[in-house]
C-alpha cells in the first residue's frame, strides 16, 4: 500500500467549506444582529451540498455515489467489523461514513431551505421550529460522523482528518483518483458565492 490520491479538491474544499459555514451558522443563528452573517453561512452549507449531489454523480471515482452509497445492511456489518476490531480497509469513503454523508448532504438541504423559507417569511413560527429541529438533529449526526472519524482513524492507524486537508490515504496505486480537479474547485467556489448571495437578497 502507498500513499494516493483519493480525494479531489472539489471534495476537500467543500468539506471544509460545510464546516467553518456550520459552525459560524451555529454561532449567530439566535442573534437579530448576527442576521446577514447567519444566513450567508447557512446558505454556503446548502450550496455546498448542492454542488455535492452533482458531483456524486459526475465527479472523481471516489466521489461518486455509486462507488460508497450502500445499504444500511452494509454499514452495520462495517460498525460490527469494527468492534470485532477487524474492520476491512477502504481506500474510499467505508459503508458506515457512506450513510453519515447522505444524512449530513440531506439535512444540509432541508435546513437550509427550512432557514431560507423562514428568512423570506413564508412558512412562519411552525417552519421557524422545523428550521431548528432540523439544524439540531443535523449537529447529532456531525457529531456521530466526528466520533466514526476519530474511530476510523483508530482502528486504521490513519489521520482520516489530515487526509482530508491532503487528499491522500493509503491504497494500491490503481486506487487512486486521476487528477486534484481544479476547474471543479474554481465552478464550486463561483457557485456557492453566487447561491450564497442570491439566498441572502
Ligand atoms: C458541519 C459539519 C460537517 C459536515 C456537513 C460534514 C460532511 C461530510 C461529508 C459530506 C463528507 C463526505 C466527503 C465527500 O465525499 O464529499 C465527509 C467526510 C469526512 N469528514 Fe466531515 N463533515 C462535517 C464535519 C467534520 C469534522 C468536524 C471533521 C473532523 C474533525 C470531519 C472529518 C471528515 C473526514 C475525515 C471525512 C472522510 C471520511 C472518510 O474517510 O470516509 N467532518 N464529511
Ligand atoms: C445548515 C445551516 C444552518 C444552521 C446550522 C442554522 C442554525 C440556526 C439556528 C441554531 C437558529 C436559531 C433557532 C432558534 O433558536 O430560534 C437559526 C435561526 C434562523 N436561521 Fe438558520 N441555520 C442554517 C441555515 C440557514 C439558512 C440557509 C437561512 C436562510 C437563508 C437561515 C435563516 C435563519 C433565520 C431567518 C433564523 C431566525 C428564525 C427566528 O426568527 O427565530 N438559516 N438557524
Redesign the pocket.
Known amino acids: 500500500m502507498k500513499r494516493i490520491l483519493v480525494w479531489d479538491l472539489p471534495v476537500r474544499l467543500g468539506h471544509w467549506l460545510m464546516v467553518g459555514?456550520?459552525a459560524l451558522?451555529?454561532a449567530t443563528?439566535?442573534s437579530e444582529k448576527w442576521?446577514l452573517v447567519?444566513?450567508f453561512?447557512?446558505?454556503t452549507?446548502?450550496a455546498v451540498a448542492a454542488y455535492r449531489l452533482l458531483w456524486g454523480i459526475v465527479g472523481s471515482r471516489t466521489a461518486r455515489f455509486a462507488e460508497f452509497v450502500r445499504g444500511p445492511g452494509q454499514a452495520f456489518a462495517y460498525l460490527k467489523s469494527l468492534l470485532l476490531a477487524r474492520p476491512p480497509h477502504y481506500a474510499g469513503h467505508n459503508p458506515a461514513a457512506g450513510l453519515a454523508i447522505v444524512l449530513l448532504l440531506g439535512?444540509?438541504l432541508a435546513?437550509?431551505?427550512s432557514?431560507?423559507l423562514?428568512?423570506q417569511e413564508i412558512g412562519g413560527e411552525w417552519l421557524?421550529e422545523v428550521?431548528?429541529f432540523l439544524?439540531?438533529l443535523?449537529?447529532a449526526v456531525v457529531g456521530v460522523h466526528v466520533l466514526g472519524v476519530v474511530v476510523g482513524s483508530l482502528a486504521h492507524r490513519e489521520n482520516l482528518v489530515w487526509a482530508m486537508v491532503t487528499g491522500r490515504k493509503l491504497g494500491r496505486p490503481e486506487e487512486a483518483i486521476a487528477g486534484q480537479r481544479f476547474v471543479a474547485a474554481l465552478m464550486l467556489l463561483a457557485w456557492t458565492a453566487a447561491a450564497a448571495w442570491w439566498?441572502?437578497r
Do not use: K, P
Open positions: 459555514g456550520f451558522a451555529w443563528g439566535d442576521r447567519h444566513v453561512a447557512g446558505s452549507v446548502m439535512l444540509a435546513s437550509g431551505a432557514g431560507w423562514t428568512y421557524e428550521h431548528e439544524t439540531g443535523m449537529l439566498l441572502a
